[in-house]
């Protein structure tokens, strides 16, 4: 089993910054592209921002030179940094991985249980 834990959510006011972390653990062959996504009130889940395990990295346009996601392939780590958030960044954001494990044998997509993002003065 593969599990992928976030953390670094909270309140903040506009204009402020947070750092969200994602952890990917258990029977882990390797992994792929892992990516930040969000889901706000009322709206679908949408890509934040991915990062294959080589290559260039993607953003949404709404984020873009305000947001900075990173990996280490090494820990199977991932961080998402976001600086000037607005009230629109308010949502849950959730970590997104594809791996593949050892045990069982198979490759597939995991998420994170979210974590809450609140943007408010």
């Known amino acids: 089993q593969v599990q992928l834990v976030e953390s670094g959510g909270g309140l903040v006011q506009p204009g402020g910054s947070l750092r969200l972390s994602c952890a990917a653990s258990?029977?882990?062959?390797?992994?792929?592209?892992m990516g930040w996504y969000r889901q706000a009130p009322g709206k679908q889940r949408e890509l934040v921002a991915s990062?294959?395990?080589?290559?260039?990295?993607n953003y949404a346009d709404s984020v873009k030179g305000r947001f900075t996601i990173s990996r280490d392939n090494a820990m199977n780590t991932m961080d998402l940094q976001m600086n000037s958030l607005k009230p629109d960044d308010t949502a849950v954001y959730y970590c997104?991985?594809?791996?593949?494990?050892?045990?069982?044998?198979?490759?597939?997509?995991?998420w994170g249980q979210g974590t809450q993002v609140t943007v408010s003065p």
């Open positions: 258990g029977s882990i062959f390797n992994v792929y592209a």
């Open positions: 990062m294959p395990s080589g290559g260039t990295t």
């Open positions: 997104n991985a594809d791996v593949r494990s050892f045990e069982p044998a198979l490759r597939r997509t995991y």
